[in-house]
């Protein structure tokens, strides 16, 4: 099979497409044969060596895909779907023709869904909606800060946000991000290029500030996203884009009481697999509700998957990215 593989610490350029073995599904496992995988910022951040527990050289990209399962091997019998069921899911060596995951971690592909949009659901939404409800505990009437909200957790977050009766604020870099966000409900929209976002959160909150701030670039940011949230209030840390360090003295939330709680979508799948099954049945509700529903992503062959890489790194995107093998 053919598969796009990180041979060094290169960034995008450090791609390559490659000749594998197809894999051999273990106990517990079914064959995927991949229809479309999606691309993820943590991809990137992988490819240059950034992603903190990420793997090393080489290995197959990919982190989410949707398929057909077209072999199982379940010493149990206890497999929920039979050969030839789409199903979509998250894993590793997602940029392949062909895929090795647990049944434990698939869902069945929504019928009026297309591969396209099932790749594009699984780390994307998941996300958002832990974020929002498992950790950042989202109630009716509270004011969210959503950053990057044109990409692809972004406008994940941002329906999700506004189902819930939230009210949304949304930050960008470009009008044309920033149209996005309002197109997908943001109540307000901030180009933190022209402007201090902090600032301009407070005025348009009466001085107050968010109850919840989702927070994925780390450094600097980090550190604002404190001052831009209410006292008591929540900030969840899902990523680290800028791949900036940032550090905060214990005695700092005494005086600026904050809850920091951090959210990764498969240290929840395999850590607390409790909270990673209401999680999916809340899901699975606002799929059923019409509330999820992916929009057609941007798709690249996975010969091209390295350029998908690169215009995501440099921001020339909006929305989500899909690799078709």
Request: one cysteine or more.
């Amino acid at each position: 099979m053919q598969a796009l593989e990180v041979v060094s610490n290169l960034g995008p350029d450090g791609l390559r497409l490659t000749d594998r073995e197809v894999p051999t599904p273990k106990p517990g496992q079914a064959l995927i044969r991949v229809r479309a995988a999606g691309v993820n910022y943590a991809d990137v951040m992988q490819s240059r060596g950034l992603y903190a527990g990420g793997p090393r050289p080489p290995y197959v990209a990919g982190l989410e895909a949707c398929g057909e399962i077209v072999a199982l091997c379940d010493a149990g019998g206890q497999c929920p779907y039979p050969i030839g069921a789409r199903v979509m899911g998250f894993g590793g060596s997602a940029f392949a023709e062909y895929v090795a995951w647990s049944v434990r971690g698939l869902m069945p592909v929504p019928q009026n869904w297309n591969d396209n949009q099932a790749a594009a659901f699984p780390i994307q939404w998941l996300t958002a909606q832990g974020c929002l409800c498992t950790c950042g505990r989202l109630k009716r009437g509270e004011t969210v800060l959503i950053h990057a909200a044109a990409g692809g957790v972004g406008t994940a977050a941002v329906r999700i946000a506004k189902h819930l009766g939230a009210r949304v604020i949304a930050t960008a870099s470009t009008d044309e991000k920033l149209q996005v966000a309002r197109n997908n409900g943001a109540d307000e929209v901030i180009n933190y290029r022209e402007s201090d976002f902090v600032a301009e959160l407070k005025k348009r909150t009466e001085g107050r500030g968010a109850d919840l701030v989702l927070e994925m670039v780390g450094g600097e940011t980090f550190q604002k996203n404190l001052d831009a949230v209410v006292p008591f209030g929540r900030v969840v840390v899902f990523g680290a884009a800028s791949a900036q360090q940032a550090t905060i003295q214990n005695t700092r939330l005494i005086f600026q009481p904050v809850e920091l709680i951090g959210y990764h979508l498969a240290v929840m799948a395999t850590r607390r697999p409790d909270l990673f099954a209401a999680q999916l049945t809340e899901v699975n509700k606002l799929i059923a509700m019409g509330v999820i529903v992916p929009d057609e992503p941007r798709t690249y062959p996975l010969s091209e998957g390295g350029r998908a890489l690169q215009d995501l790194e440099q921001r020339r995107t909006t929305g989500k990215l899909v690799l078709i093998p």
